[in-house]
């Protein structure tokens, strides 16, 4: 052994996980379930155990399942892959990314019975109506696809319930005396004898004087997240010639803690650390009403009726922005827009029915599993969300006419550019008129885009038919100024479909393993330059879970 340790404190483990979000409980259940020691560290607090999935609002991406058959969708596996390697834009080189294909390979292949039956299993269930989202703006095979059919099964319970059900599942497992779990340590460095990894070192957080600890440990599991809450590292890695300059006003919707360190301290000792570009960020954020952490932003979920307009106050054109169709060319265009943030112009009534903010908590009536509160969204829309936001959200502006709406905007803090009056005009008119004219003859794409939406059950509850903006009775305006936000990391630890971490050379670096977003989901990078989303979560399960299993495997040899 080559690291002699100084430290205030010493653990002995046969496996060790760093991180104890959805990814690191994962693993840890697996390992378990196969009759292994565990010792589970994180840097967070207890009351914070689950990591970023708490706050996610649970969408799941499943292919050909018995909820898509129930509700009438036709999938298949090779649809599915066709549709995924359509969307992440892989390089046609084969050798280029070759593990990243596989896990977008093994993703299809298997996440029903991994991840899908193993969640039903711990009783976990999803909402009766499969979503549509990421449908891609073109059905091209080559570039630029969506899913074909609706494919995010989202959790009844959300992000919170699924994560709470994990943990009850780990820490009541049959096998628990097994299982150590360690709050509050951080992990700055790892140990090394010669090429193998034998364990890491760190700090206790909060104790003062700051104790050191180090864990002895053959065998480790980074489940640490991403880099996408770490600004700094964003902009390291900023894809200037896809998404422009990198822009100064980026808000985060990743937790601090996602930042990279580890990533960095393994790529110094040789592993393989690749496509730290591909995010997966969002065009439209807002500040955070009750910031958590430095620039700490919302991600909204655009209304599809309102109006999508440059810093000036003109629409966004010629292809008019739309959500739900292609996140990632939403956050191209609006990156290279003088100012690099848009406004969204649109009334009361579009609010309360359309828009959405991502996120757990902020959706209630999924988050506390109430039918009645699923009914009232569906009847009269999201009344109580849309008047925080109003009240609460800097960014936020309201008035009874666009002149004043106009005025009000001007008013806002750190704006840069103007808004014209006549600009915003005559996009509103321009909009309103098209409507006026009926949908057998509208030539607007936007317009267009909404009643192909209806079309599919889940989105005609939640998208108006036909609204004008300057519809009287629908009132008072609204105008949210948007911007991108941080959010989650699509590269990262290059692994294999066992979630071995390989070197520089593609050589598996013997102990070592990745899982979650620390290895952009598996391959640094399945799912390319863009996600079908949904895939986030699952990706961690089945991630976590083949590192359990190859671990399990190796020490039951
Ligand atoms: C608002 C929001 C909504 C989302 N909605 C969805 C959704 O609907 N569907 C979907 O698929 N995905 C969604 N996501 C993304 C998804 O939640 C994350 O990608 C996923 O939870 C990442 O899990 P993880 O275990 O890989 O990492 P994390 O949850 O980031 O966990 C990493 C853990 O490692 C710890 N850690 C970090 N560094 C160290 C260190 N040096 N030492 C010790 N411990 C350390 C952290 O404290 C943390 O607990 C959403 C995310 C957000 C923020």
């Known amino acids: 052994m080559v690291n002699k340790s100084n430290a205030d404190i010493q653990y002995d483990s046969p496996v060790l996980i760093i991180g104890g979000g959805i990814a690191g409980i994962s693993t840890a259940i697996e390992l378990l379930d196969r009759g292994q020691q565990v010792l589970l560290i994180d ?63 093994a993703y299809v292949e298997r996440s029903g019975e991994d991840v899908y039956d193993w969640l039903k299993n711990f009783g976990i269930q999803f909402f009766p109506i499969v979503h549509w989202v990421e449908r891609g703006d073109y059905g091209f095979k080559e570039g630029s696809r969506g899913n074909s059919v609706p494919r995010y099964h989202v959790v009844w319970g959300t992000g919170y319930g699924l994560t709470q059900t994990l943990i009850k599942t780990l820490i009541n497992h049959k096998n628990k005396h097994n299982l150590s779990i360690k709050f509050q340590h951080k ?97 439209s954020g807002v500040k955070h009403p009750k910031p958590e952490y430095p620039n700490h932003g919302l991600s909204l979920m655009p209304a599809r009726s309102s109006l999508w307009l440059d810093a000036k106050g003109k629409r966004i054109g010629p292809m008019p922005l739309v959500t739900g169709f292609d996140t990632h060319n939403l956050c191209k265009v609006t990156g290279q827009l003088e100012g690099q943030y848009s406004w969204q112009i649109m009334n009361y009534k579009i609010a309360c029915k359309e828009l959405a903010v991502s996120g757990s908590h902020l959706n209630k009536a999924f988050f506390n599993k109430s039918w009645l509160g699923i009914l009232k969204v569906a009847l009269k829309g999201n009344e109580e969300m849309v008047r925080w936001l109003m009240s609460e959200c800097d960014d936020v502006v309201v008035a009874g006419d666009l002149s004043a709406l106009v005025g009000n905007m001007n008013q806002l803090e750190a704006l840069d550019i103007p808004v014209e009056l006549a600009q915003v005009q005559s996009a509103v008119h321009d909009y309103d008129e098209q409507i006026q004219r009926g949908l057998k003859f509208t030539t607007d794409d936007q317009i267009r885009k909404i009643h192909f939406m209806r079309q599919w059950r889940g989105d005609k509850v939640r998208t108006l038919k036909s609204q004008k903006i300057l519809d009287e009775k629908a009132g008072p305006l609204i105008a949210i100024r948007t911007r991108i ?22 050589i598996v670096m013997e102990g070592l393993y990745a899982a979650g977003e620390a290895a952009g989901f598996g391959g640094a990078g399945c799912s390319g330059i863009r996600s079908l989303e949904g895939t986030f979560l699952s990706l961690c399960i089945l991630n976590g879970r083949a590192a359990g299993q190859t671990i399990a495997a190796k020490l039951n040899q």
């Open 43 to 105: 840097r967070d607090e207890e009351r914070n155990f689950g990591g970023m999935a708490n706050e996610a609002f649970g969408g799941m991406l499943f292919v050909d399942t018995p909820l898509q058959r129930l509700n009438g969708i036709k999938d298949s596996k090779q649809l599915a892959l066709d549709d995924w390697f359509g969307a992440a834009e892989f390089s046609t080189q084969e050798m280029q990314d070759p593990l990243a294909k596989a896990w977008a390979r």
């Open 187 to 283: 992990v700055d460095s790892f140990l090394f004898s010669g090429a193998k990894v034998i364990g890491c070192r760190g700090s206790i957080e909060g104790d003062q004087p700051a104790q050191t600890f180090q864990v002895n440990s053959p065998q480790v599991v980074i489940c640490a997240g991403g880099i996408n809450g770490n600004l700094a590292q964003v902009k390291k890695h900023w894809d200037v010639e896809t998404y422009g300059d990198y822009p100064e006003n980026i808000l985060s919707g990743s937790h601090p803690y996602a930042d990279g360190l580890l990533h960095d301290e393994i790529s110094n000792n040789g592993g393989s650390i690749k496509n730290c570009g591909w995010m997966w960020n969002y065009a």
């Open 485 to 506: 936000i941080s959010r989650k990391s699509m590269g990262g630890f290059e692994t294999n479909t066992r979630s071995e971490v390989v070197d520089q050379s593609g």
